[in-house]
């Protein structure tokens, strides 16, 4: 079984840019979460779906957004970038809802470096 | 708001002894799920194991064990017999409620970093 996929592994971009990240999530699970892990922060909760709905948002600004397809694969968007929001980001996948028992398998990140 | 905390921000352990890293939640809820997550210098977030507020038996998953204390809202990860592979950070996480009773998403700690020395 294929775990959580997610490209690219990394990506430079520039200040004021804009940076698509894409996440497949394992086959049969329909919820998809993004979390941003900067240098000594920890994880962070971004955003979930399921469903093709947000479900939950973090408390992040509104120029990161995304969506999940309807084969349940997800895309975070990251406008207007800044210098801060260089990190790893990693998507998570879970089967769904009601499965509270469940743990969420990880990708291996996609790591955003902001020059 | 929920909180994870984890106060040891870096562990040694000598190989093969055990070591036990600590965790401390708080929440509202009475129905939760709890956490714990290895990361290694790679960077992936590989599930160790879980416990559920309900579960009257604390969880093990082979050399892993999980220390739960609901009335002290705790949940400190044992390791056993400790390997040099065992070097990563470890992080403890809740999960938040969701829609309708679902589940939500991840509450991480800090994490602890553990350092096994041969």
């Known amino acids: 079984e294929a775990g959580v996929t997610q490209s690219p592994t990394h990506l430079i971009k520039t200040r004021g840019q804009q940076a698509t990240l894409r996440c497949s999530p394992i086959?049969?699970?329909?919820?998809v979460y993004w979390y941003q892990q900067a240098l000594g922060l920890g994880l962070q909760f971004l955003l979930w779906?399921?469903?093709?709905?947000?479900?939950n948002r973090g408390n992040f600004p509104p120029r990161f957004s995304g969506r999940q397809f309807p084969n349940y694969s997800s895309e975070l968007n990251v406008n207007a970038l800044e210098l801060e929001d260089s990190a790893l980001y990693l998507c998570?996948?879970?089967?769904?809802?009601?499965?509270?028992?469940?743990?969420?398998?990880f990708g291996d990140g996609t790591r955003l470096s902001i020059l | 708001a929920q909180k994870i905390t984890q106060t040891q921000p870096g562990m040694f352990v000598q190989e093969k002894e055990a070591v036990t890293l600590d965790c401390t939640y708080d929440t509202s809820d009475q129905s939760y799920g709890l956490f714990w997550y290895k990361q290694p210098s790679s960077g992936e977030m590989i599930f160790l194991i879980y416990?559920?507020?309900?579960?009257?038996q604390n969880a093990t998953e082979g050399r892993y064990s999980l220390n739960f204390q609901k009335a002290r809202k705790s949940a400190n990860l044992v390791i056993s017999a400790s390997q040099l592979g065992d070097s990563a950070m470890y992080f403890c996480a809740m999960r938040e409620q969701g829609y309708g009773g679902s589940q939500g998403n991840l509450i991480f700690g800090k994490g602890t970093k553990l350092s096994v020395k041969p």
């Open positions: 416990q559920g507020s309900y579960d009257e």
């Open positions: 086959s049969g699970h329909t919820s």
């Open positions: 998570a996948s879970s089967p769904a809802a009601g499965y509270s028992n469940q743990p969420q398998h």
């Open positions: 779906y399921d469903e093709g709905e947000e479900r």
